[in-house]
């Protein structure tokens, strides 16, 4: 199913695809990787962020995975969107402003049908977006240059925890090694609060996964372990080493001069 914003003209950079060792990758008219699919494994979650990204999965209960509405802002290669469809049979919105990437995805990446596609900017679908209708929310907004989000100031992430439930837990991309993730993750903890946002060690690109939750209450480390341990029995051989995710996972801790309180 899609359907189309209405939003401002801009110019998107051209669809480019490579393959490498039986994974097939999406680009964006330049080197840089957007995201990539195991041709003979689709549903494998290849690409060590994305998996990352899923991390947010330990931040839920284990009874409650598949339930609610998840939400990709981003299309890439469709890894998260073929995930929370399919192997967490989740209702799934992915928003993507490209309708190239959309289209390539159809064509090369198995956009599951039952997944909703809405072509437009992700601020402007947030901005109609319902209240409080989203349980997971994966944010990765890079452009052809991949040197920032294009999306990352507080108003945005307002924006984003606005339509988070209670419980409700949103994960992005950054780049850990960029000159901008110390103010981004900054910025998603003045509107989050300190105490609802933590991190993942950087991958050896550099990619940093930030997780950020609307009132989550964090269990106790056994409850993670066991949580982790469900996930893993679950997903592992899709890719998702949920243990070791639990050895990456570090609280946010404010620099003495910031302040962080949700909005």
């Known amino acids: 199913m899609a359907r189309k914003l ?7 950079p051209p669809v480019t695809l490579s393959e490498h060792d039986g994974v097939r990758y999406l680009h964006l008219d330049s080197i840089w990787i957007q995201g990539g699919m195991r ?3 689709p549903q494998v979650v290849e690409i060590d962020y994305v998996q990352r990204m899923l991390a947010s999965l330990l931040w839920l209960p284990s009874e409650t995975l598949g339930q609610g509405l998840a939400v990709q802002l981003g299309l890439g290669a469709g890894a998260l969107t073929r995930f929370t469809a399919r192997q967490l049979g989740m209702a799934t919105t992915v928003v993507e402003i490209n309708p190239q990437v959309i289209a390539v995805n159809a064509d090369w990446f198995h956009l599951p049908q039952r997944a909703e596609v809405v072509r437009g900017d992700a601020a402007d679908w947030l901005a109609q977006a319902v209240p409080r209708s989203v ?17 990352d100031d507080e108003p945005f992430y307002g ?4 339509v988070l439930g209670e419980g409700g837990v949103m994960s992005v991309n950054l780049f850990g090694r960029h000159s901008s993730f110390h103010d981004s993750i900054a910025r ?3 509107v989050f609060g300190a105490d609802q946002v933590w991190s993942l060690r950087p991958t050896r690109e550099g990619n940093t996964v ?11 480390r056994e409850v993670l372990g066991e949580r982790a341990a469900v996930i893993e029995a679950r997903f592992g051989a899709l890719g998702l080493p949920a243990r070791k995710w639990l050895r ?16």
Do not use: F, N, W
Not at 135 to 151: F, I, K
Not at 210 to 220: D, I, L, S
């Open 39 to 41: 041709i003979d494994q």
């Open 159 to 162: 924006q984003c925890r606005a």
């Open 188 to 190: 998603i903890a003045a």
């Open 248 to 263: 990456m996972v570090r609280p946010y801790e404010p620099s003495p001069t910031s302040t962080a309180t949700p909005s």
């Open 135 to 151: 349980r997971l929310l994966h944010v990765d907004l890079y452009d052809q240059e991949a040197a920032a989000p294009v999306l």
């Open 210 to 220: 930030v997780v950020a939750g609307r009132a989550v209450e964090v269990p106790a």
């Open 6 to 12: 209405v939003s401002k003209a801009i110019e998107l």
